[in-house]
């Protein structure tokens, strides 16, 4: 994984992990790689890697079983959110980010269904 200066690593794997939780690439109540195994997958510190454990398992991303590992939640409402939030994200600097250009919102959503009917 390619790591952006402008943004604190432990914040771009965490967006990775949600990523592959919600396309589905990860499925609900998965066992995730050990903090070690984490680190060396995205080629971090091990200090980071828990760091990431510790903040999904606060926002009810992942659970620990003492012993066994930290798995992805089972709760397909808080994923649905997840996902829901991550759109919402998306379009919002999509939308920001038209505004910087001067473009208007209705003329930004019109480009981008444009764009998404010649692809289909």
């Known amino acids: 994984m390619k790591f952006n200066t402008s943004m604190p690593i432990y914040l771009q794997v965490i967006t990775a992990i949600k990523r592959d939780l919600v396309t589905g690439k990860m499925k609900a ?5 050990s903090g070690r195994e984490l680190a060396t997958l995205y080629e971090i510190n091990p ?7 510790s903040e999904l398992e606060q926002e009810g ?6 012993g066994l590992g930290t798995y992805v939640t089972e709760d397909e409402a808080l994923i649905r ?10 379009v919002t600097r999509f939308l920001e980010e038209m505004k910087e250009l001067g473009i208007p919102p209705e003329d ?3 480009m981008a269904t444009n764009a ?5």
């Not at 200090?47 to 454990?53: H, K, L, M, S």
């Not at 959110?81 to 998306?90: D, I, P, S, T, V």
Request: net charge positive.
């Open 29 to 33: 109540g998965d066992k995730l790689p």
């Open 47 to 53: 200090n980071t890697a828990a760091r990431v454990y």
């Open 61 to 66: 991303i992942t659970f620990t079983r003492r």
């Open 81 to 90: 959110r997840l996902k829901e939030e991550m759109a919402e994200e998306l």
């Open 108 to 110: 930004a959503i019109n």
């Open 116 to 120: 998404l009917s010649r692809k289909l």
